[in-house]
């Protein structure tokens, strides 16, 4: 847990993109999928509280997660590495947005 926000709070973006992919792969087999992504956006739909309600009258979480998962999957084969992750990071702040990841504190 330390370490954790050692790495958040002090990392270089790149180690902060790789802390997230680590904790976005949740079945720890080396990429994120499309579930693992709805999930998240899912999760980030209820901690807004009543915002949660304007904003999935404005885009369903699922149909969210699709947009980000097609964004951040470079090669379109339905799995996203953490170099894809890192990668699209990098070069589209809105997805770091979107997921909540704040690289450049």
Excluded at 89 to 96: R, S
Aim: contains cysteine; charged residues 25%; glycine residues 8%.
């Amino acid at each position: 847990f330390l370490l954790a926000i050692d790495v958040t709070s002090n990392g270089s973006p790149e180690e902060k993109l790789n802390w997230a992919f680590s904790m976005y792969d949740v079945d720890g087999n080396g990429w994120i999928d499309l579930g693992e992504i709805t999930n998240i956006v899912r999760s980030i739909y209820k901690m807004m509280g009543p915002n949660q309600v304007l904003a999935e009258k404005l885009v369903a979480p699922e149909i969210r997660a699709e947009g980000i998962f097609r964004r951040i999957d470079i090669n379109s084969d339905g799995r996203v590495t953490r170099q894809e992750f890192v990668q699209s990071c990098l070069n589209d702040p809105k997805i770091l947005d979107i997921l909540g990841v704040g690289i450049w504190q």
